[in-house]
T-cell receptor, first 116, second 119 residues
Framework: AQSVTQLDSQVPVFEEAPVELRCNYS??????LFWYVQYPNQGLQLLLK??????LVKGINGFEAEFNKSQTSFHLRKPSVHISDTAEYFC??????????????FGQGTILTVHP | NAGVMQNPRHLVRRRGQEARLRCSPM?????VYWYRQLPEEGLKFMVY????????ESGMPKERFSAEFPKEGPSILRIQQVVRGDSAAYFC?????????????????FGPGTRLTVT
């Protein structure tokens, strides 16, 4: 089984400041890692994913994340945020194989609020 | 290429009624997942289906909930005799089959969700 912990439920930040949203996971099997963004009353949009290879992955909208296997973390970062980045962000993992390889386990979400 | 479609977007049911939520996956996608987002909680996996087969229903409540993905037509999540605790947003996601050229079967595309309110 897998579990995901997002360490901050809310993160306020000023526009153009850097931001880091933290995510830790636990799993007894190899996993793939994802970050999704959800704008109010909308579905989820994939920001980026880690499957294998380079531990630093870049996604859409200027976001990036680094996979740290020893710390079982997958923190999301952006060097300079915009007002439009205000949304809820979800970290998720899925088994990297097996019959349920696509089954996503989500963290509780982090609400990012960007202030002018 | 149209995205994942869900309907209705909003559904109001009285206690004891049935709710039917529909999900049309992206074209070419044969895997469908249903997730539930309860107020103040994150998204929870409910069920994973492929055409005409339930692959993993470990997240489905044991009673009143069922899901199907027929050979033709959308996937249906059915909730019988709804209770107030069923009020939530229900999201469907789809992914392509393994081996589909240019596709990443690990990447799920989410629909806009159906917001169920039980009164």
């Amino acid at each position: 089984a897998q579990s995901v912990t997002q360490l901050d439920s809310q993160v306020p930040v000023f526009e153009e400041a850097p931001v880091e949203l933290r995510c830790n996971y636990s799993s007894s099997v190899s996993v793939y890692l994802f970050w999704y963004v959800q704008y109010p009353n909308q579905g989820l949009q994939l920001l980026l994913k880690y499957l294998s290879g380079s531990t630093l992955v870049k996604g859409i909208n200027g976001f990036e994340a680094e996979f740290n296997k020893s710390q079982t973390s997958f923190h999301l970062r952006k060097p300079s945020v915009h007002i439009s980045d205000t949304a809820e962000y979800f970290c998720a993992v899925s088994p990297a194989g097996g019959t349920s390889y696509g089954k996503l386990t989500f963290g509780q979400g982090t609400i990012l609020t960007v202030h002018p | 290429n149209a995205g994942v479609m869900q309907n209705p977007r909003h559904l109001v049911r009285r206690r004891g009624q049935e709710a039917r939520l529909r999900c049309s996956p992206m074209k070419g996608h044969s895997h469908v997942y249903w997730y539930r987002q309860l107020p103040e909680e994150g998204l929870k996996f409910m069920v994973y289906l492929q055409k005409e087969n339930i692959i993993d229903e470990s997240g489905m409540p044991k009673e009143r909930f069922s899901a199907e993905f027929p050979k033709e037509g959308p996937s249906i999540l059915r909730i019988q005799q709804v209770v107030r605790g069923d009020s939530a947003a229900y999201f469907c996601a789809s992914s392509p089959p393994s081996g589909l050229a240019g596709a990443n079967s690990y990447e799920q595309y989410f629909g806009p969700g159906t917001r169920l309110t039980v009164t």
